[in-house]
């Protein structure tokens, strides 16, 4: 068995039926490329075949009511491919609007707890065509947040794709076993035992950061806190409803802003967004005065040794959307991101994984369901949504033999915050995956068609 750290936990913990905690992607693929032509039992049986070199798909969640730590990781010796693909067709024309309103209603449905915690829905139809005849389809997969984070996700997507389409077979790798009640509650006993010496080991670092935080605010150069983010109409109490849209943009153009201004990528995604939600919300006479804020998620693989799926921190970034000018606004939002790179720096990498270590699951949904049920929610929203900002490979990928002509990473939503907005580079393109919930955001493909016109406005303002 493997245990989940704290903050892998979380997930499960912060849970409800209106807040569903997975993450997605949307494929979309050419089937003419698979080997022997597609048929949906040839891709089934590559999927089945990928399954023995993919523990951590093969994994369930295991508890006991005497375990006093988080829950286990154990394999899943019932496992049948069958119970998480699942095969949909499109209704006519399979434009963008139906691919959209079917993977809303896929991305609003639970996962089931009892089996390993993921789902793939083979979606035929794209754009009116037969997949059987060569033409297109799109594939949905679903991982709960549990068990991935944007880099551990994106690995797992590489382990499904290949860069040829007839790729040899993977080598079988071993899972982690069963295990017993009596074992799941005897770790999980010396675990609770435990925590006040590491509560030990992780106090100074604490003390430290919080140190070196005042000392930032006294000389005015730390990120955006939270809860200083304006109101907007998708920060609100959010329900259990999922609307999806998408866009793609030219890495190459991206790249010419970003090196014409002297920025980081990351800047210039920020900035897209920025001016896309400035114009959304000036559209609607409801542009607040004061800067939106998001929250990025930061990647602490390789610079933490603590175990656990979900290597993450976090830092709140200024989104300057009350500046007009887009050339003033990117250099702003780059001056922004630096300064909350370099306090984000300064918190220790590891704090958030050690705190998530000693919180119950008691506190996490007492907290979690007070919070949606007070006005918090919409009067002091931690911040505005979540962008996240994930590189992919640029050499051309296939998904079990079927050429990927894009692919878009969907990110969770959270009460209080209805938008989230993950970019992901693939192959020369900037794909933008956008999920909301759509009692607060319905017109969300207003939102995904800015991008164009905002990646325009970037390109006039480098010329």
């Known amino acids: 068995m493997q245990r989940l750290s704290g903050l892998d936990a979380s997930f499960l913990y912060l849970e409800t039926p209106s807040q569903p905690l997975h993450v997605c992607s949307i494929l979309e693929l050419d089937a003419s490329t698979m080997p022997g032509g597609y048929t949906f039992d040839r891709l089934r049986d590559a999927l089945a075949v990928r399954m023995k070199a993919m523990p951590s798909f093969r994994e369930k969640l295991a508890d ?9 990781w154990v394999e899943d010796t019932s496992f049948d491919v069958d119970r998480h693909l699942h095969r949909i067709g499109l209704p006519p024309p399979g434009g963008r609007i139906e691919l959209a309103e079917i993977c809303g209603h896929i991305a609003s449905l639970p996962l089931d707890r009892s ?11 794209l754009d009116g065509s037969d997949a059987q005849q060569g033409g297109r389809l799109a594939v949905m997969t679903k ?44 770790s999980g006993l010396v675990r609770f035992a435990t925590r006040p010496w590491h509560l030990a080991n992780v106090l100074p670092t604490t003390v430290s950061s919080v140190v070196k935080t005042l000392q930032r605010v006294a000389s005015g150069s730390t990120m955006a806190p939270p809860f200083a ?19 793609s943009l030219d890495l190459g153009a991206v790249k010419k802003v970003k090196d014409h201004f002297g920025v980081k990528v990351n800047d210039v995604v920020m900035a897209l967004v920025s001016g896309v939600l400035r114009q959304f919300l000036i559209d609607r006479d409801e542009l607040p005065e004061s800067s939106l ?22 830092m709140f970034s200024r989104l300057e959307t009350q500046i007009a000018d887009p050339a003033e606004r990117l250099e702003a939002i780059a001056a922004a991101n630096s300064v909350a790179k370099q306090h984000s720096s300064a918190i220790g990498a590891t704090l ?30 931690v911040h505005n949504l979540v962008i996240s900002n994930v590189p992919g490979p640029q050499a051309p990928l296939y998904f079990l033999g079927c050429a990927i002509d894009a692919m878009y990473p969907l990110g969770p939503i959270f009460h209080g915050s209805g938008l989230n907005i ?38 006039a303002a480098a010329r």
Request: charged residues 20%; negative net charge; contains cysteine.
């Open 422 to 459: 993950t970019v992901m580079s693939l192959h020369g393109k900037l794909n933008v995956g956008l999920i909301a919930c759509p009692e607060l955001v319905p017109d969300l493909w207003d939102l995904a068609d800015g991008f164009g016109v905002g990646m325009e406005e970037l390109l």
């Open 64 to 72: 006991h009511p005497l375990n006093l730590d988080h829950p286990v």
């Open 293 to 314: 804020v998001a929250m990025v998620p930061v990647s602490v693989h390789g610079k933490s040794d603590r175990p656990g799926r979900n290597q993450v921190s976090g």
């Open 352 to 381: 958030l994984q050690d705190w998530t270590q000693f919180a119950a699951p008691a506190v996490f949904g007492v907290a979690m369901r007070l919070y949606a049920k007070t006005r918090l929610t919409s009067s002091r929203p």
């Open 229 to 247: 983010a304006p109101r907007t109409v998708f920060n609100d109490t959010v329900t259990g409803h999922r609307n999806i849209a998408y866009a």
């Open 143 to 186: 991982v709960h947040h549990a068990g991935v984070d944007g880099v551990t996700g994106a690995n797992l997507m590489s382990q499904l794709c290949s860069t040829e389409a007839d790729a040899p077979e993977p080598e079988p790798v071993d899972g982690v076993g069963d295990a017993t009640s009596l074992e799941i509650a005897a």
């Open 115 to 125: 089996r390993p915690l993921w789902e793939t829905w083979v979606i035929e139809g």
